[in-house]
């Protein structure tokens, strides 16, 4: 790509002194890339209850009594859940995934039973006689000694509390059979705080020897974010109860089964393109049996069996394919479906299909999807599916992803497969490759697709990878469908949202292979978060957006049409040394075994190193005579030198690889915990490359330096040699220079242009990321005349700062006039800020 349209990497040291000789020039005449139409989407999975609980309206948890069900695929032995012994894709080896499985403690998720001059046994069973095939479970209540007066009661206290709202009226449904209840069923809206009744009904004796479904109406007298449903019985008998739902009849548009109108709204603000749906790693599942079955998502959600998601829960998955469809449509998005590959998640499980035979079904699975949502309904069994369900014309689907995540040969082969025979069905829709736009496998994927790399990173990784595009391969067009500051930021400050920031500066400015992104995940409930940092948080009645949030709107609400040269008028910052530290070694995914062990210092004395000296911080470490082995097939294994810190020396060993899916790790600069440092990675990345990694508490960050092609030969030794100064890291595998690492320091200030063509308008975005006021002159060429007023939309706060439900709108842009804009300006920038600034400008 022309370097004249990469954006400013602008030095901290550029004060209002030197930005008066040196303006930013921003020539209009010098068109860069097109911005990509689609370039800011949000991307939905079912975590840390972004659905139950979140964005699906459903009020009552565990609805059907079916939690406790054990997810697809695996069986319950002594309080645990044990995933099919299998292959792991990945890794080629049985990695026995399991966990621990309450089976009793999650029968009652959401319930309490009481009684009230009444004894009442209860317990959740399968029904001789089930409501439905695929909702087994009921809650019985065995009711006895009933008094004068006297209540069984079934409540149910929402996800964390019902958000209940005077005058707002709910839609009341649930089952119950008995052959010897005969009394009355009263149901009840409470708030748990104040004890006040906010709506009630009743349901009169009558014959229940079948199961029977009551329906209701309630309005609501009052608002509570700690509401409660409760059913009440008033006399001696054997009840079922199954499938208890309350709905709000307020939803997003006015939907039945739709989404919280307040949290649908947050997503209407950001103005998305697209919408990627289901996810995620659920997509894969724990095992493959676990993996999300669209087709067990459609029809009457009593009917939807549901499925323990690899988050911790289980989802109901009443935001179905349908409803997903349905809500693309009514926001102008587009729909991009994502659908399992034929394997389960490499980090779990990792089971997979390989016959012809059942990639065949899989396949046939990703075309009774696009039929769903494009096909005719008077030829096609599952578009008429979707017109029984009220929607005979097709839904805007246009992207489909074959699988998440995945990588490796075996997805290679997979994908392969799909996609040749899925593109030549449907041609007009857009596929996506799972690898990222650098893997080498790449070479070995031919065809027209996209393809989805994903990074969850400190802010320092942002900060640098604001040129991270600059010279990507413009092979394959990138949708980078994840991507978060999540390291270090707390629940996500306004650190974390300006070096998002930055990054997304870089990829609108390569929009040209940029083509669509999406910050993951969307959103969380505030009692229940699986991740770091999620960008929309929510309770039972409240909402509200992180700084993250803002930089999302920002940068889609002031989207350009295209970029524009900007000139870059100072030098970064000088870059710290690396820091002295250990040496350590390790694996990913892989066994192996080290020795001859020697560190040689900068004044020449030479250190043989006992294997016996190295401590073991992570993984499965034996010794052996002078050999140190590593057997896991964990992550980021290490075993460290303790008693070891310098900046100054050479580290030599060698090294072998016993089984696995990669190569090797060799550390240097470690801290005492090794936590932080640097990780030379030997056939790393699928056994394909090697490069030198930051780690940053425990996790390895991006590459410094060049990836070197390499992989790495089982039962071979090879000689490894780590030449350590302050000033750089050189790593020699065979006598052969591999690569060499420098430190950098990011610069915190960025700036780019474009250009609106239907508003008339330049659009400058500027990150300050310190905290000191940030001066710069800006000389606009290329244009006739450049009006004094426009809009500022700025961004700022402190750098450690977060919003909150007690404050949700600290961090949030405001908008100002500023009337000295011109082909000439000057203008200073707020501590820790992100600005947009829009010039009404004549070509």
Known sequence: MNNTFISILLSATALTATAQTNPIRIDMSQKGAQVSENLYGIFFEEISHAGDGGLYAELVQNRGFEEHVLPSGMTWRKGRAYAPDAMNYEHRNNRKWNIPWDMEQKKMTGWQVSGEGCSVASKVIEASK????????????????????????????????????????????????????????????????????LATTSFAARPLGDWTELTATLASQGSAAKGALSLEFDQQGTVLVDYVSLFPQATFKGRKNGQRADVAQMIVDLKPK???????????????????????????????????DLWGYRATWGMGYHEFLQFCEDLGMDGMFVNNAGMSCSVRNGDFVSSEAELDSVIQDFRDAIDYALADPATNYWAKRRADAGHPKPFPLKYVEIGNENVGPEYVTHFNYIFKRLKAEYPNLTFINTLGHTDPLLQQVPGEYMVDPHWYRNPDFFFANNHLFDEAPRTHDIYVGEYACNGGVGAGNLLAALSEAAFIMGMERNSDVVKMTSYAPLFENENRRDWPCNLIHINSSEVYGRASYYVQQMSAQHRPTYNVFVSETTTADEAKPFAPGSIGLGSYATQCEYKDIRLTTADGKVRQVSVDQLKSLKGQWTTEGDVIRQTSDEHLTMAMLPDFSSDNYTLQLKARKLSGAEGFFVYCGLDPKGQNGLGANVGGWNNHTTAIQPMFRGRVNDVLGRRAPQSVDTDRWYDVRLVVTPASVTLFVDGKEMTVARPVQPTRHFCQAGYDEAAGELVIKVVNATDQPYSRSFDISGVRGALPTGQVISLSGRATEENTFEQPTKLAPVSTLYGKFGKRFDYTFAPMSFTVMRVKVSL
């Open 130 to 197: 089930p409501l439905h095939p695929n909702t087994p479970n009921a809650m019985q209540l065995s009711i006895k000694k009933m008094q004068q007066g006297g209540k069984a009661v079934l409540t149910n206290t929402g996800y964390w509390g019902m958000g209940l709202k005077e005058g707002d009226k709910y839609d009341l449904r649930f089952y119950v059979r008995s052959s010897n209840y005969k009394g009355t069923i009263t149901v009840r809206l409470t708030d748990t705080e104040t004890k006040a009744t």
């Open 274 to 308: 697209f919408m990627r749906w289901p996810g995620g790693c659920i997509v894969e599942g724990a095992t493959y049996e676990n993996r999300v079955k669209w087709k067990e998502t459609l029809g009457d959600p009593m009917t939807r069996r549901g499925e323990w």
